[in-house]
T-cell receptor
Framework: ETGVTQTPRHLVMGMTNKKSLKCEQHLGHNAMYWYKQSAKKPLELMFVYSLEERVENNSVPSRFSPECPNSSHLFLHLHTLQPEDSALYLC????????????????FGPGTRLTVT | GENVEQHPSTLSVQEGDSAVIKCTYSDSASNYFPWYKQELGKRPQLIIDIRSNVGEKKDQRIAVTLNKTAKHFSLHITETQPEDSAVYFCAASIDADKLIFGTGTRLQVFP
């Protein structure tokens, strides 16, 4: 498997469920991101991790909880979501450098289509 | 924080014509401006980017121009083809890791 992969590709969950989205990058990158893509606000940046450390939390509700155990894996833990959280969740990665960020392309995964019922 | 506006939201052109998409940004400190293309059901992919020390960049049929004074940048596609049909997103950032995206332009190229 190459590039950025995401699982599952589709997820339907109730508002009381707990689920997790998984992202894996096989590009040797040091930075990973979560984006939310919906019809109302396309491509909203949610979280940024650099070298497994969270460097950005873009005012995301606490019902979304990210986890980055290593530079290749990124999770988004979901609990007590609302119907308006239904969207496509995209993971991306890029090559960053310690102590600062070089200007590199972000590679996106295929996304997880989330439906909250 | 940074705010990026993108126009138009939809654009229809005849095959062979040119297409222009415009974006404005609010933070004068932004120094990196990529354009991503997202085909239906697929992931966004970078097609071209420009740094603030350059006014124009071209890659075959695609070009991007940047006006730092006016804080706007544009994507130009010449000799459009049906496979150019997609949603195009502009973005701006101070550091390339914190991209703020525009709302997207749906381009349709009719044969």
């Amino acid at each position: 498997e190459t590039g950025v992969t995401q699982t599952p590709r589709h997820l339907v969950m109730g508002m009381t469920n707990k689920k997790s989205l998984k992202c894996e990058q096989h590009l040797g990158h040091n930075a990973m991101y979560w984006y939310k893509q919906s019809a109302k606000k396309p491509l909203e940046l949610m979280f940024v991790y650099s070298l497994e450390e969270r460097v950005e939390n873009n005012s995301v509700p606490s019902r979304f909880s990210p986890e980055c155990p290593n530079s290749s894996h990124l999770f988004l833990h979901l609990h007590t979501l609302q119907p308006e959280d239904s969207a496509l969740y995209l993971c991306a990665s890029s090559q960053g450098v310690s102590g600062g960020f070089s200007l590199y392309e972000q590679y996106f995964g295929p996304g997880t289509r989330l439906t909250v019922t | 924080g940074e705010n990026v506006e993108q126009h138009p939201s939809t654009l229809s052109v005849q095959e062979g014509d040119s297409a222009v998409i415009k974006c404005t940004y609010s933070d004068s400190a932004s120094n990196y401006f990529p354009w991503y293309k997202q085909e239906l059901g697929k992931r966004p992919q970078l097609i071209i980017d420009i740094r603030s020390n350059v006014g124009e960049k071209k890659d075959q049929r695609i070009a991007v121009t940047l006006n730092k004074t006016a804080k706007h940048f544009s994507l130009h596609i010449t000799e459009t083809q049906p496979e150019d049909s997609a949603v195009y997103f502009c973005a701006a950032s101070i550091d390339a890791d914190k991209l703020i995206f525009g709302t997207g332009t749906r381009l349709q190229v009719f044969p």
